[in-house]
């Protein structure tokens, strides 16, 4: 909770307005700087192949999308997750005479994680589908992969456009919601235990920059593995010739490639989310932090 010092040197008064800043400028930070893993990533769970869909080649292809994209994304889920965490802590308040609960703040965060991805996902989804078909050398750039979408209404119409553009919207949400889940109340949790610790101390009453990198790494790392199954999904979906349900590319993955093809990717994915989570989170708090006054 800000002191009266802390809200009078603030720059920005509205806790909205600098999560949306704050969460424009971690999106786009961290999109930016780690992307040639996020290719490395995406070509290993490509269905033609490592090698076939670019290799270690051309690993900045598609990375407009990601820069136009980033920032919008990231500052919904932080305006809805800090919005949706303010409410519900109200809530629980009046309903606690003023006291406060303690054993809602788990569900709490899930809840905000959730719609916040969600929300974000409006851009997400998009920003993806345009940036993996580049990313996986089906187009040289995010642009050209963007006009073959959008060239597809004069045959097939304005809806189908959109539905393209939409392509595994549903398994990116199932894939964000459970990762998000894992991920920022673990971040949370740390964040209050290093609070705790430093409760009688004079240092600053919100976790530095720093401390919110090593814990978004932490979380980043463990959510990222327990997800990379649907990340496989996700991928396949988005770079399909045709449209395909999650049933049928999921027994066709089982059937023709067995169990492991499910992990494909791990490795760069847990690494990618490990730095990620860091530069993001970290980033996050230091901007949050500065707005703040704190």
């Not at 040639?36 to 090698?51: E, H, I, Y």
């Not at 994304?73 to 308040?93: D, I, S």
């Not at 790494?217 to 395909?244: F, Q």
């Amino acid at each position: 909770m800000a002191t009266s010092q802390s809200s009078s040197s603030a720059l920005i008064d509205s806790p909205y307005l600098r999560s949306l800043l704050a969460g424009g400028l971690a999106g786009t930070t961290v999109d930016t700087t780690l992307y040639p893993l996020d290719t490395l990533k995406t070509r290993l769970q490509s269905s033609a192949g490592f090698f076939p869909s670019g290799g270690f080649r051309g690993v900045y292809n598609g990375i407009g999308s990601a820069a136009i994209g980033s920032a919008p994304g990231a500052a919904l889920f932080f305006v809805t997750y800090e919005g949706t965490k303010k409410y519900l802590a109200n809530q629980a308040e009046l309903a606690n005479g003023g006291g406060g609960s303690r054993s809602g703040h788990a569900g709490a965060h899930m809840l905000a994680a959730s719609l916040g991805e969600i929300a974000a996902c409006a851009v997400r989804v998009p920003t993806e589908v345009v940036k993996q078909r580049a990313q996986a050398g089906q187009f040289p750039s995010s642009l050209t992969a963007l006009t073959s979408i959008l060239n597809q209404r004069a045959t097939h119409g304005a809806v189908h456009v959109w539905r393209e553009l939409y392509r595994g919207w549903s398994i990116t949400v199932m894939r964000e919601v459970p990762f998000t889940v894992i991920q920022f109340p673990l971040w949370e949790g740390m964040k209050k235990w290093a609070l705790n610790r430093r409760a009688m101390s004079t240092r600053p009453k919100d976790v530095t920059g720093a401390e919110s990198a090593v814990f978004g790494s932490i979380s980043g790392a463990v959510a990222a593995a327990m997800t990379t199954p649907l990340d496989v999904l996700k991928t396949r979906l988005m770079l399909a010739k045709e449209r395909e349900s999650v049933f049928s590319i999921t027994r066709r993955i089982w059937q023709q490639e067995g169990g492991r093809a499910f992990l494909s990717g791990i490795g760069p994915r847990v690494t990618w989310i490990s730095i990620g989570g860091a530069v993001f989170l970290g980033s996050y708090q230091w901007a949050s932090n500065l707005l703040a006054g704190i």
